[in-house]
Structure formats: structure tokens, C-alpha cells
């Protein structure tokens, strides 16, 4: 049995499709990945798969309990994380501890070892109120009350979201120390860096699903030429190689364009009809997730 099955899952609001008859499963230990843009209706699946709303279309279980016949049960075996702080604010590190605890009718104690690699970090600020810690130290507050219950399954909607990159790095590790523990994880970022940290991962836009796969067999499924292309003046050289033969399409990407080359694409013509821009370079260079996410998005 999947921790997560979601099985054709439609939700609307009004006339807003926020997700279209998606499907996908996660494997029992697993950190899973939902990749995608804001809009892409991320946050509305977790909604879904944490009870706090009911499909329109569809269904999805929680280590085989139904989302909506079985919402109670679920509740006790799911630890979420929504993409905004939501803990109590003039409560203390320890008093918001202590009160999830409360809710779930277990000790702090006996959750100890569960927490104890991300709580030692906030352990010294355990009496100051929550709305006094920084971003990062916030974010781990509330994954430790997330995880006080010892849930099976874990969600956290956009964790990363707002917080420096040493946070970042921290908070991953800290998912990798928990699905060795056993704990199912699924993880939503619009950050496509953070795509390869994840076993699989699902690119998401606009309610859909694009494509399925490991990080790296995402990859692998850009079969095209990829060249990095820069100049001194980087808009004339946007629009202008959007215009020469044999280029399917050109996008920014980092310091350099990325250009998709078509079978008749040669360089050596591409150099000559751009030969005015000054300082201008073209290299092969390799696809990212990000390079396969663009591909699916404008097909």
C-alpha cells in the first residue's frame, strides 16, 4: 500500500479550476516533491489531503483512510506544515510546544527523539514568543509541532519559502533525517534547485500535473540542443535570436540565455546574424529541471 494515493482529484472555486483530475502516488518512506509556480495549485492539494477541504471530483487516501469518510483518523496520523506561520504568535517556543502536544493527548517527552535534531537548534529561545523569532528559527518551531504527534505522514507546503539559504539547507537536512526515520514526506517548492534533493517529484502548473519521474529521469527526458547564449546587451540578443532560423525558443536563465536549438540550427550562422552584439558567446550547456519544466509548461 501507498502512503498517498490521489486519484483523479478535481477542486474549483467558482469558476477558478485550482486542480484538474490529477493523479499521482507516493511510496511509504518517501520524500516527494510538488514543483510548480505559485498558482499552480499546490496549497489547494494540501488543503485536500489534510481534510480542510473536499474535492469536488475525485478521491485520495492517507495511508488507505479515505480524506473525506475518514477525516478524523487522518488528522491523528498527518503532522502538516502550511506555507505560512500559523502557530500562535504571543505564545512562547515552549508554550506552543506544549500546547500541540495538549491537542494530541501526548507528552512532550515521549516525542523527544522524534524532535530533538531540529529542537536543540531552537532550544535556547524556548522562552521567547514565537513572534519574535526569525524566519528560519519559525520554521522550525512549527515543524517540530508538526512532528510532536509522531505522524506517519508529513506535509509541508512551501517550508522554505522567505527564509535565507542557510535555513534552507538546514531545514532539507533535517527531511532527509526524518525519512530515514520512516516518515513519509511530501514537500511543495516553487524553487526548482530544490527539486533534486527530493527521491521523485511531480511538475505542477496551472492544476496539472506535466510530468512524473526521478530528478534526475526528469532530466533525462529533454532530448533537444541546449546552448547558453550572453552578450553585453542581453534584451536586443533575446529578441533578436528569437528570430533566426532554427531556434525553437530562447529564455532567460540566470546570467545567460537558454536557447533550444532545432535540427538545422547552426552556429556558426547564428554568430554572423548576431555579429553587431558585442561580446557574444554561445556554449553547449546542459538541461535542468528547470530547462524540462519551461519545455512542458509552453507545450
Known amino acids: 500500500m501507498n502512503a498517498i494515493d490521489v486519484n483523479n482529484l478535481s477542486k474549483s472555486f467558482g469558476n477558478v479550476k485550482a486542480l484538474e483530475s490529477i493523479s499521482f502516488s507516493v511510496k511509504r518512506g518517501e520524500l516527494f516533491g510538488l514543483i510548480g509556480p ?24 492517507i495511508d488507505g483512510l479515505d480524506i473525506v469518510k475518514d477525516y478524523l483518523k487522518i488528522r491523528n496520523i498527518m503532522g502538516y506544515m502550511p506555507g505560512r506561520f500559523s502557530l500562535y504568535p504571543d505564545l512562547t517556543v515552549e508554550e506552543n510546544l506544549s500546547f500541540f502536544a495538549s491537542i494530541f493527548g501526548v507528552n512532550f517527552e515521549d516525542s523527544y527523539d522524534l524532535v530533538a535534531p531540529i529542537y536543540k537548534q531552537i532550544e535556547p529561545f524556548r522562552r521567547r514568543q514565537a513572534r519574535k523569532l526569525s524566519g528560519g528559527m519559525k520554521q522550525k518551531l512549527a515543524l517540530s509541532c508538526a512532528l510532536i504527534h509522531h505522524p506517519s505522514v508529513l506535509l509541508l507546503d512551501e517550508p522554505t519559502t522567505g527564509i535565507d539559504a542557510v535555513s534552507r539547507s538546514e531545514l532539507w537536512d ?13 514537500v511543495s ?98 538541461p535542468t529541471i528547470e530547462d524540462v519544466f519551461i519545455s512542458l509548461m509552453k507545450q
Open 38 to 61: 505559485d498558482g499552480a495549485g499546490k496549497t489547494t492539494l494540501f488543503r485536500l489531503l489534510t481534510t480542510l477541504l473536499n474535492p469536488n471530483k475525485g478521491s485520495a487516501t
Open 174 to 186: 533535517m527531511l532527509r533525517t526524518l525519512k530515514e526515520k520512516g516518515i513519509t514526506i511530501l
Open 189 to 286: 517548492t516553487p524553487y526548482m534547485d530544490e527539486a533534486s534533493l527530493c527521491d521523485r517529484i511531480a511538475l505542477c502548473n496551472e492544476g496539472r500535473i506535466l510530468e512524473i519521474d526521478t530528478p534526475q529521469g526528469i532530466v533525462e527526458k529533454f532530448n533537444s540542443r541546449l546552448y547558453a547564449v550572453s552578450a553585453d546587451n542581453m534584451f536586443t540578443l533575446l529578441e533578436a535570436a528569437r528570430q533566426i532560423e532554427g531556434v525553437v525558443d530562447c529564455y532567460p536563465f540566470g546570467q545567460a540565455h537558454h536557447l533550444i536549438a532545432a535540427e538545422i540550427f547552426d552556429t556558426y550562422h547564428f554568430t554572423e546574424q548576431l555579429g553587431g552584439l558585442r561580446n557574444l558567446t554561445i556554449n553547449p550547456t546542459k
